[in-house]
């Protein structure tokens, strides 16, 4: 019979993937606790499953298994947490599992500006095991301390095909940082959630910053209190007739089981008013407890009915310190260490770990890139962050390193984007346009350049913003420098003939310009006040007087069309005539009126 050896593969018996032999106890254990989690979760909205983002099925306490341990899954959590665990004084078993609102501190400190953890904490500082790199660029902790090595389950958890957000995503108010002004102590919204009388919500903030999240703590929370269902819909695949079902599902459910369904529906200004104006009857009998979340103002996307009915919660983007204490609980999860000084030199991180995996670290400063260049994006820096990590680890294995330092080029590759994240069709789109006119109107040339770049480095369409100066050259500026709309017009032509990244520099000149120029807005305000006369009129509007209509044909001529008009070059003296309707003689529109520009 042939020896095992460690480098025979196996078959995992629950996921029937292949695997080394020397892996497979750990990747057992691993697999075990999932499934025993996805049984507990079946897929259905009366499970009351937590809500889940755009096709990626979400773990019910995804972030790390070991929340799955603490919440008394009941999995043994030394033997499947041991990588984890060892370095996480915080950590404790079962017993110690945070309830929903639980004060109990975990690896991290609590901080009051991150949300929940300490800043000294926020890396979860630590130095290679055993390692001394350039001297002594880097002091290191004793060996034994090991987290850096690579473990099966953190491999799995990079390259595992679910996105490192996705499985980050917090179960509790004692893992979701930041938004303290609308969770923090004594607000109104916790204590609404501490004492589950979860109100209808429309949470409304940028991509990333934890709406989605929220509601999966609720949902968590909703379940694990018994008392009501918690179902999540997406406006964007989700059509009247099913929600329709899912409304007629909660009757139901509130008839014969007494339970309240709570409805998390992502992106609610996908639906239109119309299928918006199906929640509205059942949120105003309570049947439902409608949970929206939305990038867009509410204001314009949500029916305003049903807006009335709810309680608008603005969510902001995560602080740099809120970011930091997301990707210290990230690295924690993932066994990887900080550096606290930069050295690359990973050649001379001397390996004690004995592992066949290389051991991974990244630097303070490579970190510290990722919290800022997110931009107040959880998802986005934690997938960044997942993605540097990767590639990293395949340059290893092809070097054969048992080493990798993550360090910020790496991290600006992993982000993948450029330092300005900008929504294009979002709200952001009308801040950042309204921001430049405003600068330029206050003659600031340093103000308009800037937000001039954050939309085209963001990558706004330059015609859109050519647009704009156009119309600024004469609502802003007008007759005080009527080249300013040449100026104007001319970029904007220019930008149609060059496009990006040339034209920038003609916007740029154009906005300089419009900046620097004398402003008047006496035409814009004139033309304003011919609207509102209009507007204001009571009765037919007056005729145009005879004579000045134009008169082709005989018949116009006999009706006294043109008669009496003094045709103006055939005068040498200034012509008396008017040219208003009779009613309307003498009025002025370019007369400012007290307390009317
Ligand atoms: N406040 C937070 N605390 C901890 N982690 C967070 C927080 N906000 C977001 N995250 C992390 O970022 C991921 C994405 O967040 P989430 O899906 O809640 O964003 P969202 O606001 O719903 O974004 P979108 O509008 O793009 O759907 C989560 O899975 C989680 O890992």
Request: net charge neutral.
């Amino acid at each position: 019979m042939a020896q095992e050896s460690s480098s025979d593969i196996v078959q995992c018996p629950v996921c029937l993937r292949d695997f080394k032999a020397a892996d497979i106890n750990s990747h057992l254990d691993n697999c075990l606790l999932q499934a025993e989690v996805n049984e507990q979760e079946p897929e259905s909205e009366s499970s009351g499953e937590p809500p889940r983002k755009k096709q990626c099925t979400a773990e019910p306490c995804p972030a790390m298994s070991s929340w799955g341990a603490k919440e008394g899954s009941g999995a043994p959590s030394t033997s499947v947490f041991s990588l984890f665990q060892k370095g996480k004084p915080g950590t404790t078993g079962a017993s110690d599992a945070p309830g929903f609102f639980s004060s109990k501190r975990t690896t991290f400190e609590k901080s009051e500006e991150a949300g929940h953890f300490a800043n000294n904490h926020k890396w979860g500082k630590r130095s290679a095991p055993g390692v001394d790199v350039s001297g002594d660029q880097l002091r290191s902790k004793p060996a034994q301390d090991g987290l850096a090595t690579l473990g099966t389950q953190t491999r799995e958890k990079l390259y595992d095909s679910k996105p490192l957000a996705e499985k980050m995503r917090p179960c509790t108010l004692d893992d979701y940082f930041g938004q303290n002004k609308v969770l923090g102590e004594n607000t109104l919204l916790r204590s609404l959630l501490e004492t589950q009388d979860i109100p209808s919500l429309m949470l409304w903030g940028p991509p990333g910053c934890g709406k989605t999240t929220l509601a999966h703590i609720i949902a968590t929370n909703s379940k694990k209190s018994g008392n009501s269902r918690f179902v999540t819909l997406s406006a964007t695949s989700t059509s009247t007739s099913e929600v329709r079902e899912v409304i007629k599902q909660a009757q139901n459910e509130l008839k014969l089981f007494k339970r309240k369904t709570i409805l998390f529906i992502d992106e609610i200004h996908r639906f239109n008013k119309s299928q918006q104006d199906t929640f509205l009857p059942h949120v105003e009998c309570g049947t439902i407890t409608l949970i929206g979340a939305t990038t867009e103002n509410p204001s314009f996307q949500v029916n305003a009915a049903l807006l009335s009915r709810c309680r608008v919660i603005v969510l902001e983007k995560l602080s740099v310190e809120a970011m930091e204490s997301i990707l210290a609980r990230a690295l924690d999860s993932l066994g990887i260490q900080v550096l606290e000084q930069e050295g690359d030199d990973s050649a001379s991180i001397r390996d004690i770990s004995g592992s066949s995996e290389p051991s991974i670290y990244i630097e303070q400063k490579a970190l510290s890139t990722i919290a800022h260049l997110c931009d107040g994006d959880a998802r986005a820096g934690l997938n960044g962050l997942q993605l540097a990590v990767q590639s990293r680890l395949s340059a290893a294995r092809l070097g054969q390193l048992k080493q990798v330092i993550v360090q910020e080029d790496h991290i600006k590759e992993g982000l993948q984007r450029s330092h300005i994240l900008y929504d294009k069709a979002g709200e952001e789109h009308y801040n950042c346009i309204s921001a430049l006119h405003k600068s330029m109107r206050g003659s600031d040339e340093n103000a308009a350049l800037y937000w001039l770049g954050r939309m085209l480095e963001g990558g706004e369409d330059p015609l859109y913003v050519a647009r704009r100066l156009v119309r600024f050259a004469s609502e802003d500026v007008g007759l005080a420098d009527p080249m300013a709309l040449t100026h104007a017009v001319a970029a904007f032509q220019g930008c149609h003939f060059i496009g990006m990244p040339e034209c920038e520099v003609l916007l740029a000149q154009c906005a300089v310009y419009l900046a620097r120029a004398p402003k008047s807005i006496e035409v814009y305000s004139a033309y304003n006040r011919v609207k509102e006369c209009l507007k204001s009129h009571k009765g037919p509007l007056p005729p145009v007087p005879l004579h000045l209509r134009n008169a082709p044909t005989k018949l116009m001529k006999s009706l006294g069309y043109a008669k009496g008009y003094k045709y103006n070059p055939s005068f040498t003296e200034p012509v008396e005539q008017d040219y208003l309707p009779e009613e309307m003689k003498g009025t002025n529109f370019f007369q400012r009126k007290p307390n009317n520009f």
